[in-house]
């Protein structure tokens, strides 16, 4: 060993002590947490804070636990100009570790101190001397590459060793944090202020899903407070993708943030689904103009008043005629307010009229109990129901869809008779057990929201979003009126009949027309081979779509012609299962149920993509759940169906072509799409 190598060891050693310290002193704090929850716990008193106080103080512990599978630290840094206040060196890791001094021996990597981690480099050096990377095994800190910016030094992904192993190591399980290599133009999109509207748009494997759950970890913990209460909402396309990463949050410490899929933000659990909608109606209802006709069937329900309305106190009389009463409601409509509140508040409106009567007559006030009583009384209520029904989103839906003469009336210059009638024929059609379809959920989610004003969030981060219809942005958006959005999505992998052509439509129906369009292009998952195969679609995608720079030297791309398809990739799964990492067979759907049993037949154990307890290897990917998802070995079976299948089947088969990290082979045997072939 040289006199440098024994240097490096010693390092490394000094290293590996910090590491132990670093532990133990998670240890002590964890213990110190279950010991207060255990005092805590016995302390009685009002139930709700001690309920409460147990929460935070059970979730306190769970923040602190060790995972002793992965270092507490993956970074250091070395300040010849430390920020005010802070140590000369720092180490930066998952969470803040202190001794029992409350020095830190680990900086949490969302602290203000640690961004200089990411972001410094010799032209901006943020007083940095020295940034160390660590690497690591199972926990144990095997090297470190130091960068030395003040003498000129500085890496890229390219020529640092750890991050490229970082970057093409095999993806077993769920997708993982990539808090240690954070890039600088993804930490720029993390690190926005929670004032901040974001919209990222890149290429497949450009980090967004990575980005948008690193920005949520980062805004609950720098601004922890307001976000407790206001919470923040991720959103994906479906529970596959939810599956693959609902894990990340979690190992980053933040249990609070609600993780859901679109079709769950709008879907009242109370409702019977079951229905399904041809094509053109499920995209009539996914169209903005139906905001519309929902607003004018609900407020249709408002009425002129038809009689006079009058109560009794003794052997007196009060009454107000239908002007009065109409005027009553008129100065509450000025007022937009929402159905249910504005009705309630024409019954207070009433009661106090009233009341003025008893006192112009009597020269004193009925009394408070009066006035609570009369606008419960069966004459206010008698008039509400006339003019100013109570009614849910179901009845008028129900009346709407089903009746053509309420539907013309709402619908009037906005549908056109042949959607007016389509939308009615397929209801009637209906059995009377079906329930609602997704589609109509979303309506009624819409007319629920002009009833009542939904609950919102202080953030929401969407994934996928050109996938969105403009009623479902309208769900985002109201849900969003007093928060920021983080709106993440390729105009490329749109497929959905309603996707975007371009962000200014989704930001406008989100109701962020303002909000700044970001780009990422560096592709880390996909290799160039790969991605150089799928980039030829891209022209046929859509209007100036950018191609994606992969980042990856590494990985394989084949093609396999072959006359028997079910053989041929049942074969090559087989051999895909002899390397390394997770594989996914992607199949047309049409074709999903059948490769199940193939596969099962020929003694190959695989696993449903949404299905997050599996522990197979191999999954069985349906072409439509494919997005968002990522395998190292990916076996696509039949392109020229998956294109056919749909009418955005070349971006769904560019989503399919893009999933590998490693190595991709297509089996087909009909011709492959022409934007394929072309080499
Ligand atoms: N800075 C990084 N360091 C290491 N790995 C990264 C980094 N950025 C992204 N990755 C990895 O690249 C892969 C793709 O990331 P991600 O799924 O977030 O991309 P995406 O843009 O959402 O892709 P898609 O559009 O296909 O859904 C993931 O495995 C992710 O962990």
Not at 190 to 203: F, N
Not at 571 to 585: F, I, M, N, P, Q
Request: hydrophobic letters at 45%.
């Amino acid at each position: 060993m040289s006199a440098a190598d024994v240097d490096l060891t010693r390092e490394l050693d000094a290293e590996r002590a910090h590491l132990v310290a670093a532990r133990e002193a998670l240890g002590r704090m964890r213990a110190r947490a279950q010991h207060v929850l255990e005092i805590g716990s016995g302390v009685s008193g009002d139930a709700y804070a001690a309920e409460r106080l147990g929460f935070a103080l059970t979730r306190r512990v769970a923040e602190l636990a060790d995972d002793p599978g992965t270092p507490l630290f993956f970074g250091r840094l070395d300040f010849s100009q430390p920020p005010d206040g802070e140590h000369p060196r720092c180490y930066i890791g998952r969470r803040h570790v202190t001794d029992e001094r409350h020095d830190p021996l680990v900086l949490d990597w969302r602290a203000p101190v640690s961004r200089a981690f990411y972001q410094a480099s010799t032209r901006t050096p943020h007083g940095v001397a020295t940034r160390r990377r660590f690497g690591s095994s199972g926990g144990v800190l095997t090297s470190f590459e130091d960068e030395h910016l003040d003498r000129g030094e500085s890496s890229d992904v390219a020529s640092s060793r750890i991050l490229t192993e970082e970057i093409e190591r095999p993806r077993v399980g769920p997708m993982r944090d990539i808090v240690a290599t954070i890039q600088p133009e993804q930490d720029d999109l993390v690190r926005a202020a929670l004032s901040t509207s974001l919209c990222v748009q890149g290429g497949p494997g450009t980090g967004k899903t990575a980005v948008g759950l690193h920005r949520a970890a980062f805004l609950l913990y720098t601004y922890r407070s307001q976000l407790e209460r206001s919470r923040v909402l991720v959103v994906g396309p479906n529970s596959a993708l939810l599956a693959y990463v609902s894990g990340i949050l979690p190992a980053l410490g933040e249990l609070d943030a609600v993780q859901v899929s679109i079709d769950e933000v709008y879907t009242a659990p109370g409702e019977p689904a079951g229905a399904s909608d041809p094509p053109a109606v499920e995209s009539l209802k996914h169209d903005a103009r139906m905001a519309e006709v929902l607003h004018r069937a609900l407020w249709a329900h408002v009425t002129p008043a038809a009689d006079v309305l009058a109560v009794a106190l003794g052997a007196d009389r009060y009454t107000l005629g239908p002007t009065e009463l109409d005027g009553v409601v008129r100065e509450v409509l000025d007022r937009s307010p929402t159905y249910t509140g504005g009705r309630e508040l024409v019954r207070a409106r009433i009661a106090a009229r009233l009341e003025r009567a008893v006192e112009l007559r009597r020269a004193e006030s009925p009394g408070e109990a009066w006035v609570r009583r009369t606008a419960r009384s069966r004459p206010v209520t008698a008039f509400l129901t006339g003019a100013w029904p109570a009614v849910t989103p179901a009845q008028v839906l129900r009346r709407l869809l089903g009746d053509p003469a309420v539907l013309a009336a709402a619908a009037e210059g906005v549908l056109d008779e042949a959607e007016q009638e389509v939308l009615v024929s397929t209801f009637r059609s209906r059995s009377r057990r079906a329930g609602w379809s997704t589609a109509d959920a979303l309506l009624l989610d819409e007319l629920a929201a002009l009833m009542e004003r939904p609950a919102t969030y202080g953030h929401i981060i969407v994934d996928e979003a050109q996938d969105l219809s403009p009623m479902q942005c309208r769900a985002l958006a109201r849900r969003s009126t007093h928060g920021s959005l983080t709106v993440l999505g390729d105009l490329a992998q749109g497929t959905t009949p309603w996707a975007a052509r371009t962000w200014t439509d989704v930001l406008t129906h989100l109701g962020r027309a303002d909000a700044t369009v970001e780009h990422l292009t560096t592709g880390f998952r996909v290799p160039a081979v790969v991605m150089d195969v799928a980039n030829r679609l891209v022209p046929t995608l859509g209007d100036d779509l950018p191609v994606t720079r992969s980042l990856r030297r590494d990985g394989d791309f084949r093609v396999r012609r072959t006359g028997d398809l079910t053989a041929a990739y049942v074969d090559e799964a087989r051999a895909a299962l002899g390397t390394e990492g997770s594989v996914g067979l992607i199949v047309p759907d049409a074709v999903a149920a059948s490769a199940g049993a193939a596969l099962t037949g020929s003694g190959l154990a695989w696993g449903a993509a949404d299905d997050l307890e599996s522990a197979e290897r191999l999954t069985l990917v349906p072409a439509s759940l494919a997005k968002g998802l990522e395998f190292d070995h990916v076996v696509a079976v039949e392109p020229a169906q998956i294109v056919a299948a749909e009418p955005r089947g070349l971006n769904r088969l560019y989503v399919v072509l893009t999933r590998a990290v490693s190595r991709l082979v297509v089996v087909h045997a009909e011709d492959l799409p022409a934007a394929l072939a072309v080499a």
